[in-house]
């Protein structure tokens, strides 16, 4: 609860009651809020009562109006007073009701012929709502009440005093309607911050409890981040290291309560929201990264920031590797067609020049194994695929920095053809069939190095002579030809008794005797 005091109201200094005030401000609040069933009214309201209502979070603005309403108040709010009030929370149906109050009690303090006659009700203004909240780069307008007693004023100018901080070059007025509400239309700020305008008369001259209203102009969405340092290095026995993110709107304005995350090889995400300056600070372990990677950092509605972690010796662990090349693969036992090139940078961005790499190679040999940098840090390897199709790698080690290319090593062209049947290769061997029951063969090819490679070409060669093959084997006829990339399919047949000889190919072919005997 805010302290306030001693008090200043009027010619008269209140100090602060006894506690035990508060009991009776509660008695005081169910009465006024009893309407016709209290007896009497509730006794006025010195400014520690008020304020001890206002600060209550179990009594809200409209019933603390309520009561000031029936009761009054005990003094003449000053223009110190006011300021109290509004610090301790009282809002523009308060602030009106008290200026209503007061001007009731000076009304009828005139003559009593006059106090017995019902004092005129005050003009009143009230901002609706009493904050207006706009984001920078937005226009914003401002609407007030203006009324005696329950009946709008209309066709009368108010002015907020203060508007001309916004850039206008007078303060901004505004005429009522037929309600009794003036719309103030305020210009575009780009900057954030928050503001406090008098309502005032079209004249100038100030109104009861010299009503405001309270313009908040805030940062709009997130626009840019900005990232410090530009990479993490972990120095010396450092174990932490500290990355401070900067989040601004489109205008530069800091958008404060923003959420900021850092994930990426770290375990769990780190999250940190930005303080009123935009700013928010992040703490990275070295035991829960890896040096030489990187982790991203990540603002709602932006891209995400790459921030490298620097390797050790300095090395940049996103500049240092293998150049992307035209084609990564080669038929096996053959040279790519153009050497690697490895790469290396510190995090400073300078070439790491007259630095040793190591090179070592699966499923392929490298030439040189081991080189230094050139000026412009950087060394080229040639590599000859290996022996077995598939997947091939060349790693590269600098300092105890290891980075990899993967290559491929493709069949090499068709070598030999294997036939199999049911699975069993019957390559230049006799295989027994019944007259008249069809009975498949199964084609593959073969490259010098025993990879199976393509048999595509092989395939469409044999549909386009499968009728001159016809001719050629009256007795073991072709009942099916069905190709693939990796095999042939070959379904025959045969006509009558006897041993047949069945070849298959051309120029590379593959051949088994067939035995035809009778059906059981």
């Not at 069933?37 to 019933?63: H, S, V, Y």
């Not at 295989?431 to 595509?456: C, K, M, W």
């Amino acid at each position: 609860m805010p302290t306030f005091g001693p008090w200043k109201c009027g010619s008269s200094d209140h100090p602060v009651r006894d506690p035990s005030v508060r009991s009776r401000l509660a008695v005081l609040a169910l009465a006024s809020l009893a309407g016709p069933l209290a007896a009497q009214a509730p006794p006025p309201l010195d400014k520690t009562e008020l304020i001890r209502l206002l600060t209550n979070p179990l009594f809200a603005q409209t019933e603390v109006a309520d009561v000031v309403r029936r009761s009054c108040l005990t003094f003449h709010p000053t223009e110190r007073d006011w300021a109290d009030l509004r610090t301790a929370g009282a809002a523009g149906e308060v602030i009106a009701t008290a200026a209503a109050c007061d001007s009731r009690r000076s009304s009828s303090a005139g003559s009593s012929a006059s106090a017995r006659e019902e004092a005129p009700q005050p003009m009143t203004a009230v901002a609706q709502p009493a904050e207006v909240v706009t984001t920078a780069g937005t226009a914003a307008t401002v609407r007030v009440r203006l009324s005696r007693g329950r009946t709008p004023l209309r066709r009368t100018t108010l002015a907020l005093r203060g508007t001309t901080a916004l850039g206008l070059p007078r303060d901004a007025s505004a005429v009522t309607d037929d309600s009794g509400i003036a719309v103030f239309r305020l210009p575009v700020v780009t900057r954030a911050g928050t503001h406090q305008f008098e309502i005032r008369t079209g004249a100038g001259s100030a109104l009861p409890g010299q009503p405001a209203v309270l313009y908040s102009v805030r940062s709009a969405r997130p626009s840019r981040v900005r990232v410090m340092p530009d990479y993490v290095a972990f120095r010396g026995t450092d174990s932490t290291a500290t990355i401070v993110a900067t989040v601004t709107d489109s205008l530069g304005n800091p958008v404060s309560g923003e959420p900021v995350d850092l994930n990426g090889g770290i375990g769990a995400p780190l999250t940190a929201l930005t303080d009123s300056a935009g700013r928010a600070t992040l703490t990275v372990l070295s035991s829960s990264v890896s040096r030489g990677g990187s982790v991203q950092l990540r603002v709602r509605g932006l891209a995400p920031v790459d921030l490298e972690i620097a390797a050790p010796a300095g090395l940049s662990g996103v500049n240092t590797g293998f150049l992307p090349i035209a084609s990564s693969y080669a038929p096996v036992g053959n040279p790519l067609g153009q050497p690697l090139v490895f790469r290396a940078r510190t995090v400073q961005g300078a070439p790491a020049a007259g630095r040793t790499v190591h090179f070592r190679a699966l499923n392929a040999r490298v030439t040189p194994e081991s080189a230094v940098l050139d000026s412009t840090g950087r060394v080229r390897v040639d590599v000859v695929l290996g022996m077995r199709a598939g997947e091939a790698a060349v790693f590269a080690s600098i300092d105890s920095v290891e980075r990899v290319a993967t290559l491929r090593a493709e069949p090499g062209p068709i070598d030999s053809l294997i036939l199999d049947r049911n699975g069993e290769v019957v390559n230049g061997r006799a295989i027994v069939v019944q007259v008249g029951v069809p009975f498949a063969l199964r084609l593959r090819a073969h490259d010098l190095y025993g990879n199976e490679t393509s048999i595509d070409a092989l395939g469409q060669a044999l549909r386009a002579g499968r009728a001159r093959l016809n001719v050629r084997q009256q007795d073991l006829q072709l009942v099916t030809l069905e190709s693939a990339d990796s095999a042939v399919v070959v379904t025959l047949k045969a006509v009558r008794v006897g041993t047949y000889q069945f070849v298959i190919g051309s120029g590379i072919t593959a051949n088994v005797r067939v035995d035809a005997i009778p059906k059981p």
